[in-house]
């Protein structure tokens, strides 16, 4: 969809990790020990596969993809679960089921928390232009991250800035509800997590999505897209290998909320969103090259304000 050239070195980062970073002055990119290791590695699996730019690199990134090739290929072949395979597909799901709502004139704000340095605001930027405003919200530190890749790139823009957010306070300029009190009321607006749900506690979680339900609820037009690990997802050897590959890599505990999809729509309603829970292998036909195993570890949730 967002064609680029091969990567040739450097690469993207997105922050999985909703945590503070530090920059040095004077850095025309990130500096590479400012960036949780996950970061590095998914921003290259993006950049690898034609989803970002090389504004975004590290060369920390790139080691790593590399490093981590073969094991994957032999996973791959094996029939294993991939990290790149479930990267690419949480992240293609959500591109398209977001893209598939602004082409529908539903959606025409984006606020993506947690943005890190996620290639996602300068792609749909790239595709849609000012018929979109799109907002990256993270912590201050991580902010000033991605205002030094985007000079590289034109500069923040009326319709592509970042702000500082705090996705756990309840009130104020840099609550959700401050961030979204700032955007148009009259246009359809979108909130997007992607890498941040499974690093938090349950009640962390359902407090999260009721302020995200409260912020959503002023706009005519309304979703939620995230991605989401599940407890049921985890069974026999494929997942869990997989899952303790996936604890290992991102160096710390992964917190799986939900036993299964019912259980998630539930805690979705509670929250006040009318939520569906989708499975990228369903949508493999819309998504040439998903690898179904890498796909089957994820979910993402797609939920509107009830």
């Known amino acids: 969809m967002f064609s680029t050239p091969r990567p040739r070195g450097k690469v993207p980062i997105s922050s999985l990790r909703f945590r503070k970073h530090t920059y040095s002055a004077g850095m025309s990119r990130p500096h590479p020990e400012t ?49 790149p395979g479930m990267l690419l597909a949480r992240h293609r799901l959500i591109d398209q089921r977001l893209a598939r709502a602004i082409d529908a004139g539903e959606i025409g704000q984006v606020v993506e928390v947690a943005a890190g340095l996620s290639p996602r605001g300068w ?22 991250n991605k205002r030094r890749v985007l000079a590289q790139l034109g500069g923040e823009t009326a319709h592509h800035r970042t702000v500082e957010i705090d996705a756990l306070a309840d009130a104020g300029p840099t609550s959700i509800d ?29 407090g999260m999505w009721h302020r995200f339900a409260r912020a959503l609820a002023r706009f005519p037009h309304a979703v939620y897209l995230s991605d989401l ?3 049921a997802e985890r069974h026999g050897a494929l997942y869990s290998t997989f899952s303790w590959l996936l604890g290992a890599f991102v160096r710390g505990k992964v917190t799986m909320h939900f036993d299964d999809a019912d259980e998630a729509v539930r805690a979705l309603a509670d929250a006040g ?17 998903l690898d179904p195993n890498g796909a089957g570890t994820v ?8």
């Open 299 to 306: 979910r993402i949730v797609e939920a509107r304000p009830a």
């Open 123 to 144: 792609r749909f930027r790239q595709r849609y232009g000012d018929r979109i405003r799109y907002v990256e919200a993270d912590l201050p530190d991580m902010i000033e």
């Open 273 to 289: 969103f009318d939520g569906q829970i989708l499975d990228p292998r369903d949508h493999a036909l819309e998504l040439p090259g």
């Open 35 to 83: 960036i949780s290791p996950t970061a590095h590695y998914t921003g290259y699996v993006w950049y690898a596969n034609g989803q970002s730019h090389e504004a975004f690199a590290t060369r920390r990134g790139r080691l790593m993809y590399q490093a981590l090739r073969g094991p994957n290929a032999a996973m791959l072949a094996i029939g294993l679960p991939t990290l």
């Open 178 to 206: 401050g961030v979204c009190g700032a955007l148009d009321p009259a246009r359809g607006t979108a909130i997007i997590t992607e890498g941040l749900i499974n690093y938090f506690d349950t009640p962390t979680v359902l």
């Open 229 to 231: 690990v599940m407890r």
